[in-house]
């Protein structure tokens, strides 16, 4: 295992070293010491590696990963894995605002609290967050899952297009063309598989879904101010 | 963007360090706003006296034999302390209006940051560590205190554009953010009265709470009114004679996090600024909610949460 003490080496060398791994490297499991809630730590990997942060950090955290696995003992401020690829983002406390925003693909799970914006702009990712999220989460989420274990804040899901919001608890309030949807069997598995991977201790069939009403899909004048 | 930062102690084995703690979380915020800084701390007060901290750019000149002008003048005991560009003039209570009249009227290069019992503005152009250093901030010590550093969006980078605010006696602001209504706000605050110095908009958003304070609102209530009549982006810090507040704007997009132990409460735009306090690993941490009203006072129940203080 490499151990890296973030407080002693210093951000760019940080990364500098976990860029230069590429998918054949042998150094494949990493412990980031003191992060002190530095910002952009173990952003823009690229290779399957295992990167585990002792403590909490600041903006964007993981941000633009690809293949890693990046796990933080701790909570994590704005921007989260923004705009993710693939891979593995694991916070063990809360994350801040924009979560997983605009990210393609991969999982990222928030075993506390999400805060405002969570997953705004999703376009593929999964988030799985054991807590609640904040207002305006999901907003123009075009396409992934959103699993909420505990409640939404107001404007779930706002002008999203096609990703799919499960949330167990109660929601504050939807945004414009977000509704309720029904639960067919095809999305219990989904949401099966999604709790699974998140570790979450909930059962699908607590939740409900959410979708677009794919009434902002086209020009209407009735919907002009 | 700008960095805020704020601390109040519950363990008043803490107090000389007060300075020192503050001016650490300033100065790690620096890289949030370079333009200027500036610290309110609430330090000790002697029996039947009031403290105004004034600010001059010519220091040397104005400031020499002010103390006897003034005692001439109020007929009154003044005592003074400079420490670079400002002064703090210790006279009695009963006198605060009086004093600061002759100031206005006849010291014109003399401003006055500051105004209470307990209450100590420094603020100036430069970046946080100049600032705690030209103004021996590490030294104080004090029961509760707040900060700022500013990036400047909406006026000009000056002295008095600086954070933070005094909006009325023992009372003081800091702003992260912008205000869209400040023009037609600060309009309308004039009519009714309200000294405005300055074109900036948390100027506008400070003297909105002294006013709303003077007209019988407290100021939880204050706060709370802030919510509907203030349009923008903002997280307001809030200092009180024997407390600290803090609210977000409802969209709530300028950070903001806190932390709790049984020594203190803390504030920082960012954890980074609070993570050398003592006891922080296990404190308890959080984001203040949107649209919320925060408040923590040593004499008075406190809130962490909607209740108005």
Redesign the interface.
């Known amino acids: 295992m490499q151990t890296f003490d973030l407080e002693a080496e210093g951000l760019r060398a940080l990364n500098s070293a976990l860029h230069a791994q590429a998918s054949t490297t042998n150094q494949t499991v990493w412990e980031i010491l003191n992060p002190k809630g530095s910002h952009a730590i173990a952003v823009g990997l690229d290779a399957p590696i295992e990167v585990t942060i002792k403590g909490s950090t600041g903006y964007y955290c993981a941000g633009m990963n690809k293949q890693a696995t990046v796990h933080v003992h701790g909570s994590t401020g704005p921007g989260t894995a923004e705009n993710m690829m693939s891979g593995t983002v694991i916070v063990e406390g809360d994350a801040s605002q924009y979560a997983g925003a605009t990210g393609n693909g991969g999982t990222l799970i928030i075993k506390g609290n999400a805060s405002s914006r969570c997953g705004i702009s999703m376009k593929g990712i999964d988030i799985i967050v054991h807590g609640s999220i904040g207002h305006m989460s999901a907003f123009m989420a075009q396409s992934g899952n959103l699993v909420v274990c505990g409640d939404a804040g107001e404007a779930l899901g706002d002008s999203l297009y096609e990703a799919r919001l499960f949330v167990r608890g109660s929601v504050k309030s939807l945004g414009a063309d977000c509704i309720e949807k029904e639960m067919r069997a095809e999305h219990l598995a989904i949401l099966e598989d999604l709790l699974e991977r998140g570790g979450c201790d909930a059962k699908a069939s607590e939740f409900k879904r959410y979708g677009s009403a794919r009434k902002l899909y086209n020009f209407n004048i009735d919907n002009a101010y | 963007m700008c960095g805020i930062v704020g601390l109040f102690l519950k363990d008043q084995s803490l107090e000389p360090k007060l300075g020192e703690m503050l001016a650490d979380m300033l100065i790690t915020m620096t890289d949030r706003g370079p333009d200027s800084a500036g610290i309110a701390i609430y330090t000790a007060h002697s029996a039947g006296k009031a403290k105004l901290t004034v600010q001059a750019d010519d220091a040397i000149a104005s400031f020499e034999k002010l103390d006897d002008a003034l005692c001439k003048a109020l007929r009154g005991s003044v005592s003074m302390s400079v420490k670079d560009s400002h002064a703090v003039l210790e006279i009695q209570a009963e006198q605060m209006d009086e004093a600061r009249a002759y100031l206005t009227a006849n010291h014109p290069n003399v401003r006055i940051m500051s105004r209470g019992e307990n209450l100590e503005i420094y603020k100036e152009v430069g970046l946080p560590k100049d600032v705690a250093k030209r103004f021996d901030i590490r030294k104080m010590s004090g029961s509760h205190g707040i900060g700022h550093t500013r990036m400047a969006t909406e006026s000009a980078v000056t002295t008095l554009g600086a954070h933070p605010f005094n909006t009325g006696i023992d009372q003081c602001l800091v702003h992260n953010g912008s205000l869209s209504n400040h023009n037609s706000l600060r309009r309308k605050l004039r009519r009714a009265g309200v000294h405005i110095e300055t074109e900036n908009d948390s100027e506008v958003g400070a003297a909105y709470l002294t006013w709303k304070m003077q007209n019988g609102a407290t100021l939880g209530e204050a706060l709370e009114s802030s919510l509907t009549d203030l349009d923008g982006f903002f997280t307001f810090v809030v200092g009180t004679k024997d407390g600290f507040g803090v609210v977000r704007d ?1 969209i ?2 300028k ?1 903001a ?1 806190m932390a709790e132990t049984d020594q203190y409460v803390a504030f920082g735009s ?6 050398n306090l003592p006891g922080i690993e296990t404190a308890r ?3 203040p909610e ?1 649209a919320t009203v925060y408040f923590w006072s040593h004499n008075t129940a406190s809130t962490d949460h909607e209740e108005a203080a």
Request: overall charge negative; some cysteine; glycine content about 0%.
């Open positions: 409802p709530a997009c950070p996090v960012e954890y980074r600024a609070l993570v941490i959080w984001e949107p």
